[in-house]
């Protein structure tokens, strides 16, 4: 299986700026898809950004402009820099991986794998 470990998340003023990453570990052959959700109380977990393979970006209409995603495949790691943070931002961050590892030695599987969560907190 494929495991996810996320980091970056904290504490930070109105206008701030946190960088969050989420690093892949396992057999894995490739990753297609990566995205960032977040939840806040009492809110249903939403796509914040998300990129593919092949570069390309989807970004949730609230954070155009003030969020970027990017990917190191070579560290299977996705990264979300979030600039001029707002205090509606604050939630618990998800990021998503898919794509397919290694199983058995050689039989290829596909996976979608979730990190733990990490609380980004934007005060006003």
Not at 21 to 39: D, E, L, P, T, V
Not at 91 to 112: I, K, L
Request: hydrophobic share 30%; charged share 15%.
């Amino acid at each position: 299986q494929v495991q996810l470990v996320e980091s970056g998340g904290g504490l930070v003023q109105r206008g701030g700026s946190l960088r969050l990453s989420c690093a892949a570990s396992g057999s894995i052959f490739s990753i297609n898809a990566m995205g960032w959700y977040r939840q806040a109380p009492g809110k249903q977990r939403e796509l914040v950004a998300a990129i593919t393979n092949g570069g390309s970006t989807n970004y949730a209409d609230s954070v155009k402009g003030r969020f970027t995603i990017s990917r190191d495949n070579a560290k299977h790691t996705v990264y979300l820099q979030m600039n001029n943070l707002k205090p509606e931002d604050t939630a618990v961050y998800y990021c998503n991986q898919e794509g397919t590892y290694v199983s058995g030695g050689s039989v290829r599987r596909t996976f979608s794998s979730w990190g733990q969560g990490t609380q980004v907190t934007v005060s006003s």
